[in-house]
């Protein structure tokens, strides 16, 4: 993705009409539980020095328990949200290679993020397309594009924009090629807490790759994307060279941040994240029926709280997907995210986010159903 698409986003937004309905933008609404308002305390914002490089040791035990791993909270370095933590990891990937490889495999489509983060690490960036834009596995379509000189490899699981949404075993096939290339692997797992599964935890830390690094947010989970802070997880001696580029880039994650967080293991923060995916499996079930109801194509989606939409070839051949947004957002007052920012394979697609309140979905979508209708009413006009 280059500036000018990440300007066209902005521009999406930037004078959209009163009243207008947004399932553009991918921001969670959960409700608070009262226990996490009484932390907000004296001795919380006070707490402004320094934190240690990787995180207070209470934060990063708070990680530890939060996501359900028995292992060494020294493998966990706190960052500024799981965004500065893709860039640590791709950095401390690049610093452990010194030059020796420079090559950055990512999934298409992408967050639109990684490919800026690839132009700033100055790593030659490749895609590899994911179900349902391949025809095989993930792990069919890395081994499609992997060389000899890929130094990391990223893998989206629950996705963005796609909801695709990995098995343990999917992910074990992924890990073994990359090992067969001596590449790192990057699982970004900031949606880790939103997948149509029992247990939220889309990786089993007990049994991680040993090339392996995890990326995720601790605060997006539970409505707090604005605490900014997250987390990233490797076996791996790497973690040194992501100490080094997180210190960098940000010193250290926010100590209040860290504060807050590091006391959630003494409250009931299961229930608030089982009721925050709860939330999320039913918005899912919300807006794919009225996708259906209106007869709207689009892509399964598992995980995460967005959803690809196709938009009707009789569309595609009076404008672009680009157009076709600004059309949505000025004729019909809804806001959507063309999928050309999400890399090729998502051209002649829209997305839309099903993380805010549901009961602006179905009206939503049957504004998107109009705008379509009137295109193509006034393409058989004038035939």
């Not at 210190?247 to 209040?256: D, L």
Request: proline fraction near 5%; glycine fraction near 8%.
């Amino acid at each position: 993705m280059s500036l000018v698409q990440k300007s066209l986003i902005r521009q999406i937004f930037d004078g959209a009409p009163a009243g207008s309905i947004n399932l553009a933008l991918g921001e969670p609404v959960f409700d608070m539980p009262e226990w996490f308002h009484s932390l907000i305390s004296r001795d919380v914002i006070n707490n402004f020095a320094y934190s240690p490089t990787a995180g207070t040791d209470e934060a990063r035990k708070a990680v530890v328990t939060i996501n359900e791993y028995p292992g060494n909270f020294e493998n966990v370095c706190i960052v500024c949200g799981a965004e500065e933590g893709l860039s640590a990891g791709i950095g401390g990937a690049k610093l452990y290679w010194a030059g020796e490889k420079n090559e950055l495999l990512i999934p298409s489509p992408y967050f639109l993020t990684y490919p800026t983060i690839s132009k700033m690490m100055g790593m030659d960036m490749k895609t590899y397309p994911i179900p349902p834009f391949c025809k095989g596995s993930v792990a069919e379509s890395i081994r499609e594009h992997i060389s000899k000189n890929t130094a990391l490899v990223i893998l989206n699981t629950p996705a963005n924009p796609s909801g695709l949404m990995m098995t343990e075993e999917d992910i074990r096939q992924v890990e073994a090629v990359c090992d067969e290339f001596d590449a790192f692997l990057l699982v970004d797992e900031v949606y880790r807490f939103f997948g149509n599964v029992e247990k939220p935890v889309c990786h089993n830390w007990e049994t991680v790759g040993e090339r392996t690094i995890i990326v995720s947010s601790l605060t997006k989970c539970f409505g707090l994307p604005g605490l900014r802070l997250g987390w990233a997880f490797t076996r791996h001696s790497v973690l040194n060279q992501i100490f080094a580029a997180h210190q960098a880039m940000v010193a250290i994650a926010p100590t209040i941040s860290q504060l807050i967080v590091s006391r959630f293991p003494d409250y009931d923060y299961q229930k608030w994240l089982k009721d925050n995916q709860n939330r999320v499996i039913q918005n899912r079930k919300i807006i794919t029926e009225a996708l259906k109801e209106n007869k709207l194509e689009y892509v399964p989606t598992l995980g995460s709280f967005y959803v690809l939409v196709k938009i009707p070839e009789a569309v595609l051949k009076t404008m672009d997907e680009v157009d076709f947004a600004f059309y949505l957002k000025d004729h019909f007052d809804i806001l959507t995210v063309p999928g050309k920012a999400f890399g090729d394979y998502s051209k002649g697609y829209m997305r839309l986010s099903y993380g805010g309140h549901p009961d602006t979905f179905a009206e939503g979508i049957r504004r998107i159903r109009k705008g379509i209708d009137s295109i193509i009413h006034k393409g058989s006009s004038h035939e």
